[in-house]
């Protein structure tokens, strides 16, 4: 062996070390799409053990990373090209600090000598990323690699979880060090980890006293969980306490399945009188935000005492409850449960508040059940959706994970397909965000792949992604993708005549796509399989079919383009 064949066995450059500093982090997974500076970085990681998931789009591949770190509790790992390509990610680390998910972004950038000067792809990320990150590193020099790596993973899980961003210099990326010394500052880096960052708060007990005394003397409590609490894997803990006080419980979407959606005390079937008249109300994992009504009325009472968990504390000073209880979602809950243990209550089924939010749910039920039992075609949204719905509960247990995406399909799958397990619901989320459907199949095969994925989407949702289904062929991920094809945004052209003017009148409308779209070819170009569907008989076939073999598929199901309507905010009629 040559000296210099002996020199380049022995030294390591930015690259390899940055795929060093994540495998001992314990990396196992990374979306990206390569390109200069970032290939050599990719293929290093793989090299290590860990799986990189090749996208078409950033945009698509950091919904994935987002949505995987909220299934799996640990950051998703985006990787990008620098300037467009940080650009383009930006949308998933928006999306996970919105939604509050562990996410780091990396991304390559300009050789530090010739920014300013117009250098290829130069944009400054740090300040791009600020208003979407909550914490941001730059390695400015090889030997800064390691802590730049453990800070922004340690950042992202840490309080509120949520994206971080790691800026990699293309002459980082470049410069070499010898083995030795790169092992040396891992172990250096990882031994001054700060422990503090990752640790909960912990609530005083005589909190936890105050909570059980306000949930004991309420007339009408109610127990309200969001993905917070999914994320925490609160499930078991909410279970105990819910059956053991026999409180009425409430999801919201993305929480559905933490306890089954069919659970005797599960509310959300008479979801208004249950916000509307409960007297206290313990927010868990939930953000008084939209998706809650802000926790004011009209849709709740001016009178109800709010007892808010959440692992952020500016989360419980801007909501101003009657009790804030900041920690972890399981571990309070856990507390509460105990203390209540020590002095039981139950309310019983026979207890005025249950029987009311019962008799108004099973009423809700039997009106929805009405309109599901029709049979009718063309279809509209209700009848593939019961046909969905009962294809997925019959596969039992372990359950789907549900993706739904879309403005009709996602109302009415919400009202409509049935959570029996935790965390197996992914959707448009706190930020109503369109776009994040094919990511978040990949995310969920990734992280699950015990798990069939179905993603019920709208044509609309659908288009943002459309090309990711040569992804799931490529890796050949057991996701079938159902499209409700209805023409266009809420249904093609809705326009009325009076609006139908001036010297474009002939174009389409804004809303409108080609009628009739053949969306089930598009993954048939790429060896998937692909069905048309239309009636009741040709939806159970290719359900069948398809969840039997597990296979990448893309179900086309032509939907009548007048069955929608418009949508925006939570629509709640119950």
């Known amino acids: 062996m040559s000296d210099s064949d002996h020199q380049t066995l022995?030294?390591?450059?930015?690259?390899?070390?940055?795929?060093?500093?994540?495998?001992?982090?314990?990396?196992?997974?990374?979306?990206?799409?390569?390109?200069?500076?970032?290939?050599?970085?990719?293929?290093?990681?793989?090299?290590?053990?860990?799986?990189?998931?090749?996208?078409?789009?950033?945009?698509?591949?950091?919904?994935?990373?987002?949505?995987?770190?909220?299934?799996?509790?640990?950051?998703?790992?985006?990787?990008?090209?620098?300037?467009?390509g940080c650009v383009h990610g930006l949308a998933g680390l928006s999306n996970a600090t919105v939604n509050t998910w562990p996410m780091v972004l990396i991304s390559g950038s300009s050789d530090q000598k010739e920014m300013g000067r117009g250098d290829f792809q130069e944009l400054d990320q740090i300040e791009a990323v600020k208003p979407f990150s909550k914490y941001s590193?730059?390695?400015?020099?090889?030997?800064?690699?390691?802590?730049?790596?453990?800070?922004?993973?340690?950042?992202?899980?840490?309080?509120?979880?949520?994206?971080?961003?790691?800026?990699?210099?293309?002459?980082?990326?470049?410069?070499?060090?010898?083995?030795?010394?790169?092992?040396?500052?891992?172990?250096?880096?990882?031994?001054?980890?700060?422990?503090?960052?990752?640790a909960k708060?912990?609530?005083?007990?005589?909190?936890?006293?105050?909570?059980?005394?306000?949930?004991?003397?309420?007339?009408?409590?109610?127990?309200?969980?969001?993905k917070g609490a999914a994320f925490s894997r609160a499930e078991n803990a909410l279970k105990n306490l819910v059956e053991r006080?026999?409180?009425?419980?409430?999801?919201?979407?993305?929480?559905?399945?933490?306890?089954?959606?069919?659970?005797?005390?599960?509310?959300?079937?008479?979801?208004?009188?249950?916000?509307?008249?409960?007297?206290?109300?313990?927010?868990?994992?939930?953000?008084?935000?939209w998706l809650l009504h802000f926790g004011e009325p009209p849709k709740w009472s001016k009178d109800v005492k709010f007892i808010l968990v959440d692992v952020d504390k500016e989360e419980i000073e801007l909501r101003k409850p009657c009790l804030g209880l900041v920690g972890d979602a399981t571990k309070v809950v856990e507390m509460i449960h105990k203390e209540i243990k020590d002095d039981p209550f139950c309310l019983g089924k026979s207890h005025p508040w249950v029987e009311a939010l019962s008799k108004?749910?099973?009423?809700?039920?039997?009106?929805?059940?009405?309109?599901?039992?029709?049979?009718?075609?063309?279809?509209?949204?209700?009848?593939?959706?019961?046909?969905?719905?009962?294809?997925?509960?019959?596969?039992?247990?372990?359950?789907?994970?549900?993706?739904?995406?879309?403005?009709?399909?996602m109302d009415v799958g919400r009202s409509v397909l049935v959570q029996t397990e935790p965390r197996t619901r992914l959707d448009a989320g706190t930020w109503g965000t369109m776009g994040v459907g094919l990511g978040y199949c990949i995310a969920a095969a990734v992280a699950s792949p015990e798990r069939l994925v179905v993603a019920v989407e709208g044509d609309s949702g659908f288009g943002f992604s459309?090309?990711?289904?040569?992804?799931?062929?490529?890796?050949?991920?057991?996701?079938?993708?159902?499209?409700?094809?209805?023409?266009?945004?809420?249904?093609?052209?809705r326009r009325n005549p009076e609006e139908i003017t001036g010297p474009y009148k002939e174009d389409p409308a804004p809303t409108s796509f080609v009628p009739g779209a053949s969306y089930h070819l598009l993954i048939e170009a790429f060896g998937g399989k692909g069905y048309l569907v239309g009636t009741p008989d040709e939806l159970k076939s290719a359900l069948t079919e398809s969840f039997s073999a597990r296979k990448p598929a893309v179900i086309n199901v032509t939907i009548d383009p007048y069955a929608g309507a418009e949508s925006g905010r939570m629509q709640h009629k119950n």
């Open 10 to 84: 022995s030294t390591v450059d930015g690259n390899t070390f940055v795929a060093m500093c994540l495998a001992r982090a314990g990396v196992d997974r990374m979306f990206g799409v390569v390109g200069i500076p970032v290939t050599s970085l990719a293929n290093r990681s793989v090299g290590l053990g860990i799986r990189f998931i090749a996208f078409h789009n950033e945009q698509s591949a950091g919904y994935a990373a987002s949505a995987y770190g909220y299934l799996t509790g640990r950051p998703g790992i985006l990787l990008t090209v620098s300037g467009p």
């Open 137 to 198: 590193a730059k390695a400015t020099d090889i030997t800064k690699i390691p802590s730049c790596v453990f800070s922004v993973l340690d950042w992202a899980i840490s309080g509120r979880p949520g994206g971080c961003y790691l800026d990699l210099p293309t002459d980082v990326l470049h410069q070499t060090i010898s083995d030795t010394e790169a092992h040396k500052l891992i172990d250096d880096a990882e031994s001054c980890r700060n422990k503090e960052l990752i």
């Open 201 to 226: 708060p912990i609530v005083q007990h005589s909190e936890i006293e105050k909570a059980a005394a306000l949930l004991r003397k309420a007339e009408r409590p109610l127990i309200v969980f969001g």
């Open 245 to 289: 006080t026999g409180i009425p419980f409430l999801p919201t979407p993305m929480a559905k399945g933490l306890l089954p959606d069919n659970h005797e005390l599960a509310a959300t079937a008479a979801r208004s009188l249950a916000i509307g008249k409960c007297d206290v109300a313990l927010i868990v994992g939930a953000r008084l935000n």
């Open 360 to 409: 108004k749910s099973k009423e809700n039920v039997l009106k929805m059940e009405a309109q599901l039992a029709k049979d009718v075609v063309p279809f509209n949204f209700m009848t593939p959706m019961r046909i969905i719905r009962d294809a997925i509960l019959q596969l039992g247990s372990p359950a789907p994970i549900v993706v739904s995406e879309g403005a009709n399909t």
């Open 466 to 493: 459309a090309m990711e289904v040569e992804t799931l062929v490529r890796y050949q991920l057991p996701v079938v993708v159902i499209v409700f094809n209805n023409g266009g945004v809420y249904g093609g052209d």
